[in-house]
């Protein structure tokens, strides 16, 4: 019998080996490798939590002095898989965000946080972690008012984080955090050229 069993395992096997390159060689024929990358929307945040979405940054009303921040979603799709990125823009100094392009949102550096989540306290928090890789991309300000826009269910909640260098679960900064240096070189993991 377990002659039987090892011929269906190996059956079984190779048929999702074969489902599996069939369904490369049809996303490589029908949509290519080469990533594409498009504006899916510019949207208005303002003070109130009212949002605008336009599919250009012309259309934004920008001269209201409610206005808050405006994201930038951006598309990458590669084949069938697609990723989400937002480039959060703000008035610092009368000055907007420096002009980037579309791929330089996808070379994200190191997440800021392990954990990011909202609640009460930090011993019962709702996590955000997966909702939130979205915002990590360099020259991002991550402020509390950024994570309540985004999602409006931590409305009159407290934003916790664990920082990835301490190991510590802080209260996320009031001023925020930019996202824009990649972990010091002491907290790097050491390279290895002999086996451990």
């Known amino acids: 019998m377990p002659r039987f069993e090892d011929a269906i395992q190996t059956v079984g096997s190779l048929v999702l080996h074969a489902l599996v390159s069939l369904y490369r ?11 594409k990358f498009e504006t899916m929307a510019w949207t208005l945040y303002d003070k109130s939590g009212y949002s605008s979405s336009f599919s250009t940054f012309h259309e934004l009303d920008i001269a209201g002095e409610h206005s808050l921040f405006i994201a930038h979603d951006v598309r990458r799709t590669t084949g069938f898989h697609q990723v989400h990125k937002l480039a959060i823009h703000w ?6 965000r420096a ?8 070379n994200s550096p190191p997440p800021p946080w392990l954990y990011i989540g909202y609640g009460e306290d930090e011993s019962n928090l709702t996590d955000c972690t997966e909702e939130l890789n979205c915002v990590i991309a360099y020259d991002n300000l ?14 009159g909640k407290t934003w916790f984080y664990i920082n990835p260098k301490t190991f510590d679960t802080a209260e ?11 972990p010091a070189p002491e907290l790097q993991p050491s390279t290895s050229t002999k086996d451990d």
């Open 25 to 35: 060689a049809v996303e490589v024929c029908a949509y290519g490798r080469n990533p």
């Open 91 to 96: 008035v610092v100094d009368g000055k907007w």
């Open 99 to 106: 002009p980037y392009e579309l791929i330089d949102l996808f």
């Open 142 to 155: 991550v402020t509390p008012e950024v994570l309540t826009a985004l999602l409006p269910a931590s409305e």
């Open 172 to 182: 996320f900064p009031a001023d925020g955090i930019l996202i824009d240096d990649p």
